[in-house]
């Protein structure tokens, strides 16, 4: 399991305990081969969101440290940039054509 899949609330750890390492890591080996079908695309929304909940986190962490914070903070800003990056601008011929045929 990925942390990335475990932050944006994909998969959850489910730990029984007769468990043991071996066959974890057997599971997980399973789990890729087993992923044929297509990745699941993940939205700047659910980036951002997932992001903002590490940041809660680490601000009600009693022991976190600012430059906990920095890493973050870097990986929040590039996702709005991508976000950013990523939209496209109508033209405003576009939009009037759309309101006069309402």
Avoid: W
């Amino acid at each position: 399991m990925s942390l990335t899949r475990y932050a944006l609330g994909l998969d959850y750890p489910t730990r029984s305990s007769g468990d043991s390492g071996d066959e974890e890591a057997a599971e997980e080996e399973g789990e890729e081969e087993d992923d044929g079908a297509e990745p699941v695309r993940v939205s700047h929304l659910q980036a951002a969101n997932a992001v903002d909940l590490l940041m809660k986190y680490f601000e009600q962490s009693d022991v976190a440290t600012p430059g906990d914070m920095q890493p973050l903070s870097a990986i929040k800003r590039r996702v709005d940039y991508m976000r950013c990056c990523s939209q496209k601008q109508t033209s405003i011929c576009d939009f009037f054509q759309r309101r006069s045929s309402v």
